[in-house]
């Protein structure tokens, strides 16, 4: 009785603080609105949320589960919306709408997959790797700035707010999948925290602004 307690807290919690995952991409547009820009920052956190978020309420409706489908529906609103900021303040609109129609084209696919495929049971696991794999990129997505971070030595590309939550989800889910001994929960969720983790480790290493070389050149003159 008290593990299925232990459970429920630790499902409930883990509800809660991927809500508040999405929502934390709130405050990436706010400086995309305050900026007037994206500068160097990178869409694919929000496209890769999006279809990762798009994934689970195909496996929620697929098991069922309400609650995968509730928290899911909520990502893919709050990621379409950022997209849609992203959008507006990017110089690289082109490159935005490739993506977005390569995104397009693969969620039909999977659609007419879905339809296509009788075997509840091999529909379901298969959209569960899916979508965990998709879950890992959507943590690792930061990562394609990098190595631009370590050449310029500087996090201001890197979507702070995101990162970190996307580091308590992972612990959370992966807690909560010690506790039902799934390894098919413990799995990506450890490698998804530790990849964001080694992102956390950049903020620590490197300034959230560049550093201008020649101020103190220019104070010394």
């Not at 499902?11 to 508040?20: E, K, P, R, Y």
């Not at 409706?61 to 709050?78: A, E, Q």
Request: overall charge neutral; some cysteine; aromatic content about 14%.
């Amino acid at each position: 009785m008290y593990s299925l307690e232990v459970r429920e807290f630790v499902s409930n919690g883990a509800v809660l603080i991927t809500i508040l995952q999405f929502l934390s991409g709130i405050l990436v547009c706010k400086q995309y609105v305050l900026n007037r820009t994206t500068a160097e920052a990178s869409p694919l956190p929000f496209v890769f949320g999006a279809i990762s978020a798009g994934l689970w309420i195909l496996y929620g409706s697929t098991k069922p589960d309400n609650k995968i489908i509730f928290v899911n529906v909520v990502g893919v609103l709050l990621m379409i919306g950022y997209i849609i900021v992203f959008y507006i303040y990017t110089i690289k609109k082109s490159s935005l709408v490739k993506i977005i129609i390569a995104t397009a084209v693969c969620i039909f696919f999977l659609l007419w997959y879905v339809s296509l495929e009788e075997d509840n049971e091999i529909l379901l696991s298969r959209l569960g790797l899916l979508a965990c794999s998709l879950t890992l990129l959507t943590v690792a997505a930061p990562l394609s700035k990098f190595f631009y971070v370590l050449k310029v030595k500087c996090t201001d590309c890197l979507p702070f707010p995101m990162i970190l939550m996307s580091f308590f989800v992972s612990a959370m889910w992966f807690f909560y999948g010690l506790l039902e001994e799934d390894v098919y929960i413990t799995t990506p969720n450890f490698i998804g925290g530790s990849l964001a983790a080694l992102q956390l480790s950049l903020f620590l290493i490197f300034p959230h602004k560049p550093v201008l070389q020649g101020s103190s050149k220019s104070i010394l003159a």
